[in-house]
């Protein structure tokens, strides 16, 4: 079992930068592979970037590629979500969530979840 909790949403200007670290709890975090998650009001929660549990593969939507980097330190047990470029449609409730299946970027795979934090990309 493995509880998550994001943080580092704000308020930033278009083109700058946002770091997300999403902080879990529970022995077993080396087994998951994390993903985020965003979801925009009236959209569909859509998937961002997935990292597998050593952290040797990375997945990307085409959306954020070239922008966003995923990385996770498991000694910390914490991934983080590091987003330069930011634009006015990057803003959403970002989400990290865990699963022990294959990193893929489909929300029913995940079964464990964060609360979510907001980001807000607007001048």
């Known amino acids: 079992q493995v509880q998550l909790v994001e943080s580092g949403g704000g308020l930033v200007q278009p083109g700058g930068s946002l770091r997300l670290s999403c902080a879990a709890s529970?022995?077993?975090?080396?087994?998951?592979?994390i993903a985020w998650f965003r979801q925009a009001p009236g959209k569909d929660r859509e998937g961002v970037s997935g990292?597998?549990?050593?952290?040797?593969?990375?997945t990307y939507s085409d959306s954020v590629k070239g922008r966003f980097t995923v990385s996770r330190d498991n000694a910390k047990k914490t991934v983080y979500l590091e987003m330069n470029s930011l634009k006015p449609e990057d803003t959403a409730v970002y989400y990290c969530a865990a699963t022990r299946g294959p990193g893929l970027l489909y929300v029913a795979m995940y079964e464990h979840w964060g609360q979510g934090t907001q980001v807000t990309v607007s001048s």
């Open positions: 529970g022995s077993t975090f080396d087994y998951y592979a």
């Open positions: 990292i597998s549990a050593t952290g040797g593969s990375t």
